[in-house]
């Protein structure tokens, strides 16, 4: 299984921000998501054309099942 978390975070300028990151373990609790959305908004980590994070608007865990086929 794979595992994605989608963070949404509001801007300065009130516009959503989504920042994703594949590859997350598969027991991360939202109280883990919420710690590090305000990490990143307090540490003024990424900026956008809208402005600097500003708040959190919402996040999404999302579980798939990847086949790959040998096919060489």
Do not use: C, P, W
């Not at 708040?55 to 999302?62: H, I, Q, V």
Request: proline share 0%.
């Amino acid at each position: 299984m794979e595992y994605l978390l989608t963070m949404y975070f509001l801007t300065q300028g009130g516009l959503k921000s989504t920042f994703s990151i594949n590859g997350v373990k598969s027991t991360l609790t939202t109280a883990q998501v919420i710690a590090l959305m305000d990490t990143i908004i307090a540490k003024n980590v990424f900026t956008t054309a809208s402005g600097a994070l500003v708040g959190k608007a919402d996040a999404k865990f999302t579980e798939r099942k990847v086949t790959k086929y040998d096919v060489a």
